[in-house]
């Protein structure tokens, strides 16, 4: 439990002492109940206190991520929503964030050169994380964190796993199949698409993707999250395909030759728009 929960739930069980169980500490209830009615007001202060002291310290990593140049402005200031969002539901929450951000910048950043090279025809160079990008790969495990302070942590645990793993899965296989897969192939029917097309395939990117959800999945059991490994790595998979499938371009386009080509997002699951791909603005192609 998070400490935003312990206090919220200790403010509501100070408010109803007077029909509440005596204390297992021993005391009586007629000094549980003044001592209970004494420190009540303050709760929502210290509730407050927690929150400033959470978004604070996100506040200080996104800057110094802004300042070291891998989030804009507004990207810095979603990211503090998001990574106080982290700090409110606990520590675990924390590690899984940081996970994905230091991965997936690092391979951002990997041969980003090449990368650049090779999807110059349809892709803008890489820059820093926009906030329209960090929501799309943030969003819906902040809003996660958030509720998880409200109760029923465990579907929020749940549904924060496999949104860190859908965006971790889709992130990688872009990094790594766009530098390392070749030729791509469309996902819809299975022909040769331009290097850059949404929807674009390779072996080695399919690998990073399942990599990268086995990894986020992994952490979770690590951290003791009360959700399936098997169930988080399923979620990662399918929550790729799902966002990535409908962006596919159904026309083919014959690749150019091997010394240009590679694919955008490189895996059996096709790139997430540029919200996933390390800040990359995919351009559907035409026939």
Avoid at 43 to 67: D, Y
């Amino acid at each position: 439990m998070s400490v935003l929960s312990e206090l919220l739930q200790a403010y509501a069980n100070d408010r109803g002492l007077a029909v509440q169980e005596l204390p297992a500490a021993g005391l009586s209830r007629k000094r549980h109940f003044r001592t209970a009615v004494a420190l009540a007001p303050f709760v929502p202060v210290i509730v407050s206190m927690v929150v400033l002291v959470a978004f604070t310290i996100a506040g200080l990593i996104a800057a110094i991520a802004h300042r070291l140049r891998l989030l804009t402005a507004g990207g810095a200031v979603a990211a503090t929503v998001a990574g106080g969002a982290a700090v409110l539901a606990g520590l675990s929450w924390v590690i899984l964030l940081l996970f994905f951000f230091t991965t997936s910048t690092a391979l951002s950043r990997w041969r980003a050169a090449e990368r650049d090279r090779l999807v110059s025809p349809l892709v803008e160079k890489e820059g820093p994380r926009d906030a329209v990008q960090v929501v799309a790969n943030g969003g819906l495990f902040a809003l996660a964190a958030i509720l998880s302070t409200r109760g029923d942590a465990f579907a929020w645990q749940a549904v924060a796993a496999g949104a860190i793993a859908a965006a971790t899965s889709d992130t990688w296989s872009t990094e790594v199949g766009t530098v390392l897969g070749g030729i791509p192939i469309g996902i819809l029917n299975g022909r040769q698409v331009a290097p850059g097309t949404s929807g674009g395939i390779t072996m080695q990117g399919t690998m990073a993707a399942l990599t990268g959800a086995f990894a986020a999945a992994l952490i979770t059991v690590i951290m003791g999250w009360p959700v399936p490994l098997h169930a988080v790595f399923a979620g990662g998979i399918g929550g790729s395909i799902f966002d990535s499938v409908p962006t596919q371009q159904a026309p083919a386009q014959k690749a150019p030759d091997a010394g240009g080509s590679s694919n955008n997002g490189g895996s059996v699951l096709p790139n997430l728009p540029p919200s996933n791909s390390g800040g990359q603005n995919q351009v559907p192609v035409t026939p």
